[in-house]
């Protein structure tokens, strides 16, 4: 059985973080509202579909989605530590060239292995982005999507 542990944003829906005592990971459970169009649902489910597949370093897994009896669509996916490449452009008055280059060397390969696979990344932004070791000379990149 999953916990809501807190309730960090909104933003076209609800994102609510998941613990489990079974599962050492946290899980992240976002909602997506006003309840989609009979097409936005069937795009939804197609989209969550081929993007559960997807396996690569750099991409946070989805590990399952639906649609409530409601009609709310939902997802739940691993959750992300990091700094959001949003805020360290905020915060970094100028970056090193060399760590701009290692931020979107690790973008495009997972952005290659998604077209690759078929999945579409209509949604990313800065915010999507997730630096891991951000004070590190070799940053890791992961992308929510």
Same mark, same amino acid.
């Given at each position: 059985?999953?916990?809501?542990?807190?309730?960090?944003?909104? !933003?076209?829906?609800?994102? %609510?973080?998941?613990?489990?005592?079974?599962?050492?990971?946290?899980?992240?459970?976002?909602?997506?509202?006003?309840?989609?169009?009979?097409?936005?649902?069937?795009?939804?489910?197609?989209?969550?579909?081929?993007?559960?597949?997807?396996?690569?370093?750099?991409?946070?897994?989805?590990?399952?989605?639906?649609? !409530?009896?409601?009609?709310?669509?939902?997802?739940?996916?691993?959750?992300?530590?990091?700094?959001?490449?949003?805020?360290? %452009?905020?915060?970094?008055?100028?970056?090193?060239?060399?760590?701009?280059?290692?931020?979107?060397?690790?973008?495009?390969?997972?952005?290659?292995?998604?077209?690759?696979?078929?999945?579409?990344?209509?949604?990313?932004?800065?915010?999507?982005?997730?630096?891991?070791?951000?004070? !590190?000379?070799?940053?890791?990149?992961?992308?929510?999507?």
């Amino acid at each position: 059985m999953f916990g809501i542990i807190k309730h960090p944003w909104l !933003s076209k829906g609800t994102c %609510m973080t998941l613990s489990n005592s079974l599962i050492d990971r946290p899980r992240v459970l976002r909602t997506f509202s006003p309840p989609l169009t009979q097409f936005g649902l069937s795009r939804f489910s197609e989209i969550a579909e081929a993007a559960k597949t997807l396996n690569h370093p750099h991409l946070v897994p989805l590990y399952d989605f639906g649609i !409530s009896a409601e009609g709310t669509a939902y997802l739940v996916r691993e959750r992300q530590e990091g700094v959001k490449f949003t805020k360290l %452009m905020r915060t970094s008055r100028k970056m090193e060239e060399a760590l701009v280059i290692a931020i979107f060397t690790q973008v495009c390969e997972a952005l290659e292995h998604a077209v690759g696979e078929g999945v579409s990344c209509g949604d990313l932004s800065p915010d999507n982005i997730y630096i891991v070791d951000a004070g !590190s000379t070799s940053p890791f990149v992961r992308i929510v999507g």
